[in-house]
């Protein structure tokens, strides 16, 4: 097994998200994404409410994590963005693949 890095990430449109994998895919900064459409609730300045919105897994290197975060948080149009990290282990083939995407 191997270390790799998948980032989930929300999106307000489907078309963001795509936006963004696009624009990290370019920079390899990641090698490939999964895009789940969602349903959230959310509680934000006193306000409750339930809309749609894109889920975005990432898969990544852990060298390369870091500025894939931080390319989010700039491309991002959310005030407050949901990115979070996962550190896991993958198949030697899979980690491998991702190296030679994100290299």
Known sequence: MQKAVFLYVTFGS??????????????????CA???????????TGASSREGE???LFKTLQERAADAVHFLQDLHGFDIPCISQANV?????FGEWLYK???
């Open 54 to 56: 894109t889920v975005v």
């Open 89 to 93: 282990e993958v198949t030697d083939s």
């Open 14 to 31: 489907h078309e963001q998200a795509m936006r963004a994998i696009d624009c990290l895919m370019a920079q390899r900064l990641v090698a």
């Open 34 to 44: 999964n895009v789940f459409a969602t349903q959230r609730g959310l509680q934000w």
């Open 101 to 103: 995407e994100c290299a």
